[in-house]
């Protein structure tokens, strides 16, 4: 099985910064991508940012220029930084990831979730 284990979140004034961390862990043969998502109360899970194994990358309009997704393949962990926070960026974080099984013969993709990380932005 696969785990996904974040870290990082917190609580930070406007206009600061914070780096969240997600690492998986488990049997499985490698990678395609991985991201992260966010949920307000009330509102519906959004894509933040979501990188390729190979470096890809895309990010929701609200976070262009404000924060970076980076991946450690040897590490099997994502990061990412968020600069110039704002209120808005309030929500839980939840790491996903696609990550490839080899089995008797055949590759087979898993949609994976970690359980998430509470990012509030506030004075």
């Known amino acids: 099985q696969v785990q996904l284990v974040e870290s990082g979140g917190g609580l930070v004034q406007p206009g600061g910064s914070l780096r969240l961390s997600c690492a998986a862990s488990?049997?499985?043969?490698?990678?395609?991508?991985m991201g992260w998502y966010r949920q307000a109360p009330g509102k519906q899970r959004e894509l933040v940012a979501r990188?390729?194994?190979?470096?890809?990358?895309n990010y929701a309009d609200s976070v262009k220029g404000r924060f970076a997704i980076s991946i450690d393949n040897a590490k099997n962990t994502v990061y990412l930084r968020m600069n110039s926070l704002k209120p808005e960026d309030t929500a839980v974080y939840l790491c996903?990831?696609?990550?490839?099984?080899?089995?008797?013969?055949?590759?087979?993709?898993?949609?994976?979730w970690g359980q998430g990380t509470q990012v509030t932005v506030s004075s």
């Open positions: 996903n990831a696609d990550i490839r099984h080899y089995s008797d013969g055949y590759y087979y993709t898993g949609d994976y």
């Open positions: 488990g049997n499985f043969f490698d990678i395609n991508y």
């Open positions: 990188i390729t194994s190979g470096g890809l990358t």
